[in-house]
T-cell receptor, first 113, second 113 residues
Framework: DTAVSQTPKYLVTQMGNDKSIKCEQN?????MYWYKQDSKKFLKIMFS???????INETVPNRFSPKSPDKAHLNLHINSLELGDSAVYFC????????????FGPGTRLTVL | AQTVTQSQPEMSVQEAETVTLSCTYD???????LFWYKQPPSRQMILVIR??????QNATENRFSVNFQKAAKSFSLKISDSQLGDAAMYFC??????????FGDGTTLTVKP
């Protein structure tokens, strides 16, 4: 039983397109995150939601819009994709805000051509 | 803003030997959490060990232990009896109580048979 799942695992698309990545966790956690891991493997937090409410929004272009329909789901929609958006995007969840382990999804490798 | 520095981009260790990965961080807060995560080639992020800043005792998980020096803002990871399966990228991470996480740039560990 997958704890944190993401779809799709791979996404190849053209510049200018709009795409979405879905994330679901079945752990009953309250807090979910999106991270971006670039080609150098640097991992940066993008957003955090707690019980469907946005609590962290780092300096991310507004082409990126997270949506949390319920506390088990946190989707990431990206408009007008650019070459620089190519990366691996990880979803994660945790039970409490800061102190608990984050459980990561398998990642979505996005390639923008 | 918090920063996390991993000064060793790459490390190597002989199988069965011990290796220490360095991590320093900068924060003005007194209560926070520190983590080491492992990312093998499968790219799945896995928690290795966790430390609460208010605890003086160093965390230990089997062959993994940390040397937490709060005053020096240092949080190194020691891997004893290294195994081939330990080969991975290791990330040091800092988290506030509110759940904002900052990751270091990672250290790639190679284990030589």
């Amino acid at each position: 039983d997958t704890a944190v799942s993401q779809t799709p695992k791979y996404l190849v698309t053209q510049m200018g397109n709009d795409k979405s990545i879905k994330c679901e966790q079945n752990l009953g956690h309250d807090t979910m995150y999106w991270y971006k891991q670039d080609s150098k493997k640097f991992l940066k937090i993008m957003f955090s939601y707690n019980n469907k409410e946005l609590i962290i929004n780092e300096t991310v272009p507004n082409r990126f819009s997270p949506k949390s329909p319920d506390k088990a789901h946190l989707n990431l929609h990206i408009n007008s994709l650019e070459l620089g958006d190519s990366a691996v995007y990880f979803c994660a969840s945790t039970n409490r805000g800061g102190g608990d382990e984050q459980f990561f999804g398998p990642g979505t490798r996005l390639t923008v051509l | 803003a918090q920063t996390v520095t991993q000064s060793q981009p790459e490390m190597s260790v002989q199988e069965a030997e011990t290796v220490t990965l360095s991590c320093t961080y900068d924060t003005s807060e007194s209560d926070y959490y520190l983590f080491w995560y492992k990312q093998p080639p499968s790219r799945q992020m896995i928690l290795v060990i966790r430390q609460e800043a208010y605890k003086q005792q160093n965390a230990t998980e089997n062959r993994f232990s940390v040397n937490f020096q709060k005053a020096a803002k240092s949080f190194s990871l020691k891997i004893s009896d290294s195994q081939l399966g330990d080969a991975a990228m290791y990330f040091c991470a800092y988290s506030t109580n509110a759940g904002k996480s900052t990751f270091g740039d990672g250290t790639t560990l190679t284990v030589k048979p």
